[in-house]
């Protein structure tokens, strides 16, 4: 289970000050199969944190027809794993029990390193 999950929604090393754990939010909506549109999931969910230590939000710049720059939500795990619980749904208990083992554990199989310069968006 562990290796298809890893692979479904990889989490992500990203360096800002110091190395925080993050799994991007889109993709875990995705995987959870929400039926409530993303921009509405993300804002209920992140709606009483402040940043930075249970989300960030980067702007990718526009590429190809894109007009406008993307915002991409980064949430940690604890984050990740409540949005899991919240979904109410088999996928939702396996991606609460995947990020749990991997918080505990300390190893992650799928890591990708990022170095972020820029303040995120507030």
């Known amino acids: 289970m562990t290796n298809n999950l890893e692979k479904k929604i990889p989490i992500l ?5 110091s190395e925080t754990l993050r799994v991007n939010a889109l993709e875990l909506h995705e995987y959870l199969q929400c039926e409530v549109p993303f921009k509405e999931w ?6 009483g944190f402040k940043g930075f230590h249970e989300y960030i939000v980067i702007k990718e710049p526009a590429i190809g027809r894109r007009d406008e720059p993307t915002l991409v939500y980064y949430i940690n795990l604890r984050l990740a794993r409540t949005a899991s619980l919240k979904a109410g749904t088999t996928l939702g208990e396996k991606a ?9 554990s300390g190893f992650f199989s799928i890591i990708k390193d990022e170095e972020i310069n820029d303040k995120p968006v507030d």
Do not use: V
């Not at 993300?42 to 709606?47: H, K, N, T, V």
């Not at 609460?96 to 505990?104: G, N, P, Q, V």
């Open 13 to 17: 090393s990203i360096n800002i000050n």
């Open 42 to 47: 993300i804002e209920d969910l992140i709606g």
């Open 96 to 104: 609460s029990d995947y990020f749990k083992e991997k918080s505990r």
